[in-house]
């Protein structure tokens, strides 16, 4: 009997120890604890959450509402349906485990976090009221399978972001209000078989989604037109109503254009033979010798296809060639051709142009550069129903004039060396940023100087940077951007005061990311490649996200003659003539933006004493002792960030800003290490007292 007592103690003791054993094992990992307390504080209506704290706990260990785990980390955020407002928090980029993330039918509002679980699977934001854009932090989630933000009020284009996006399997935006062309990225989403865009207003052609593996296709209620393509109309849950298609018969497809095949459809595709295409080629080079050789016969109104015809404005200098399509007469699409521009003056077509264009018979031989570039919110201006054809269009100066008030000095956003900005509003809203021109600047005849940088940089389109509007060449010569009401980095960093709400550790590694994509965009997209040559904190404007948006570049002709030093503070050394820049003169600037987010010091000051005037020169020699970089950091981040994520950040910007331009790295490996400083950050959050 006393043996049996002894033996059920250490059967009970065995029982606690394994007990014991298991809550420790159970404990959850402590950066998911943080974010699930941030996000916790972060609702407004947390008391609908059983088990969850504002500080600690064990959410895996203590079954928290919506919450699963595996071992120690939380796998699945499951709180749909729970009438929740208020915010996520930030801290959801630390949920490195986290797969499913539903939070459907609710009611947050505002923009959808740009940190969001990095490696989830399932994303379902559905039916909230999120407004803003689709933030462009998804790009990077390549293990997504399923995305659904349908049923929100999210706005602007539907981003470039789909390139790395090959498992996605399910992507619903419908009843938004996206607008837009379609982003060519999609093509990249290669598992994709159920796509859902209804009810929005997206505009131009679908012929993007032709060689997807798609099952579920709903692109009705949109501003979509041409023709629904051959290959989409073999899904069989299609529906494609309440759009302006083209009537009568689709376009054959571009000469060199191989036949799309889905992978289950193999034998149901015809195969146009090798001589049906060289025949098309010939036919369509035929054409086109046909229309130059006649066109000098003619008006400028009806010279050629080539020329997308704004009555509205027959007095500009000159005009864009459509770049979208020849004609939808033609059939020939070259979505990504650029011919150049042709002078309103003349009746002919520019030949050499022409000459100097890419091949129209094969179209991946054209630079990346040229993308399918979305309307801007203007486009209505053109009055042609090829308006998706000119990127850019103009404005009379008198238009001009009154929308900036006389380009009153009330309306006077910045003056920089190659002229002012002036903010224009409109009757019905809308706001602009118009950049006028230093007249001395423009050398070898002012028009056909400018019409080149309008032909160039109204090609470029990347989510981070300033797309140009549109142009005034007469009397003054001026370029028009988008307005952004957050103004610049610049002003973010040294000009807010007390009340002004700093930028987050999270917030100012993501604009570095942005920025150098940007600039990785000019330098090895961009063909022939460009430099900026204006890198600085107050050329970085901040959109409603606060994503960054680069401007001021194609304007590196305009820098070399102001004979200025091209921003002060920003320069590498070895920038003593304009010719000896080259693309790390550019990472040189960008490295001193990179100090600007680090230390909140402006690359030039005054008021500090002589040794620490210049931000490089005290910083660098700084930057690879851990203790002096925590005593750089800009105070306004009240010691919160992640150490580690401080430390690499810092490495990163002693690269950039070496003295000997061969050691600095290209902008893409800087855009590599800012990609893996955000996957690996812990965003465990640190409080210094000190």
């Known amino acids: 009997m006393h043996h049996n007592h002894n033996l059920n103690l250490a059967r009970l003791w065995i029982a606690l120890l394994a007990v014991s054993t298991t809550v420790v094992h159970c404990k959850t990992a402590s950066q998911d604890v943080s974010a699930l307390n941030v996000m916790y504080t972060s609702l407004n209506s947390p008391s609908k ?57 609710n009611n947050f509002k505002g923009d959808i976090p740009y940190q969001l679980p990095p490696n989830a699977r399932y994303i379902d934001l559905s039916k909230n009221d999120f407004t803003g854009s689709i933030p462009y932090s998804f790009s990077e989630m390549d293990d997504l399978n399923y995305l659904n933000l349908a049923h929100n009020q999210l706005k602007n284009q539907l981003g470039d972001m789909f390139g790395k996006l090959s498992k996605l399997k399910q992507l619903d935006v419908s009843f938004n209000s996206l607008s837009g062309d379609l982003p060519q990225s999609l093509k990249s989403l290669k598992s994709l078989e159920k796509l ?127 770049s979208q399509e020849l004609s939808k007469d033609s059939g020939h699409d070259v979505s990504k051709d650029y011919i150049g521009f042709k002078s309103m003056d003349s009746t002919s077509i520019d030949v050499k142009a022409l000459q100097k264009s890419p091949s129209v018979s094969v179209r991946s031989s054209v630079s990346d550069c040229v993308q399918s570039f979305n309307d801007n919110e203007f486009a209505n201006r053109l009055n042609s129903k090829r308006s998706t054809s000119i990127r850019v269009t103009t404005f009379s100066h008198a238009e001009l004039q009154s929308a900036t008030a006389n380009f009153a000095s009330g309306r006077l956003l910045g003056e920089g060396s190659i002229g002012c900005v002036y903010r224009a509003k409109y009757a019905d809203g809308k706001v602009l940023a118009v950049k006028k021109i230093n007249p001395s600047l423009l050398h070898g005849g002012p028009s056909e100087e400018f019409s080149q940088i309008v032909s160039r940089i109204s090609k470029l389109h990347h989510p981070n940077i300033v797309e140009l509007v549109g142009y005034c060449s007469e009397p003054e010569h001026m370029l028009i951007y988008d307005y952004f009401r957050n103004g610049s980095l610049h002003d973010f960093l040294h000009l807010s005061d007390d009340f002004s709400k700093p930028l987050t550790w999270n917030t100012r590694v993501r604009i570095a990311l942005g920025a150098a994509r940007a600039v990785e965009y000019l330098h090895e997209i961009c063909s022939p490649p460009l430099l900026h040559k204006n890198i600085k904190s107050s050329n970085i404007l901040l959109d409603t996200d606060l994503n960054p948006r680069l401007s001021d570049y194609g304007l590196e002709s305009f820098y070399q003659r102001t004979g200025q030093n091209l921003g002060a503070g920003y320069n590498a050394p070895e920038c003593t003539k304009p010719s000896a820049y080259t693309q790390k003169s550019d990472v040189y600037s960008f490295g001193v933006v990179m100090l600007e987010l680090l230390t909140g010091r402006m690359p030039l000051d005054s008021s500090k004493t002589k040794a620490e005037q210049s931000l490089v020169r005290w910083a660098t020699p700084q930057l690879h002792d851990i203790n002096a970089v925590e005593k750089m950091v800009d105070p306004a981040l009240r010691g919160l960030y992640p150490p580690k994520s401080l430390f690499r950040f810092a490495d990163i910007v002693a690269l950039c800003v070496q003295s000997e331009p061969e050691f600095r790295p290209p902008v893409s490996e800087l855009v590599q290490a800012l990609v893996r400083l955000v996957q690996r950050s812990s965003m465990t959050m640190r409080e210094d007292f000190e």
């Open 196 to 322: 859902h865009l209804q009810n929005n207003q997206f505009t131009g052609s679908v012929n993007v989604l032709a060689s997807l593996p798609l099952e579920d296709l709903n692109v009705e209620n949109n501003k979509f037109t041409g023709w629904v393509p051959e290959e989409l109309k073999e899904i069989n849950n299609l529906q494609t109503g309440g759009n302006s298609w083209s009537s009568g018969p689709a376009p054959p497809p571009p000469p060199g254009t191989p036949p799309i095949k889905h992978s289950e459809k193999k034998n149901d595709k015809s195969v146009i033979s090798g001589i049906a295409i060289a025949g098309i080629a010939f036919g369509v080079l035929a054409v086109i010798i046909i229309v130059v050789a006649l066109s000098k016969r003619r008006s400028s109104k009806t010279s050629s296809h080539f020329i997308d015809e704004d009555r509205n404005s027959q007095h500009r200098s000159f005009t864009p060639l459509a």
């Open 49 to 105: 959450l059983s088990g969850w704290k504002s500080s600690g706990g064990d959410p895996c260990g203590d079954s928290w509402e919506g919450i699963k785990c595996s071992g120690s980390s939380v796998t699945e955020i499951n709180l749909s349906d729970l009438g929740l407002s208020g915010s996520m928090g930030y801290q959801l980029s630390s949920l490195k485990s986290v797969t499913d993330f539903d939070l459907s039918n």
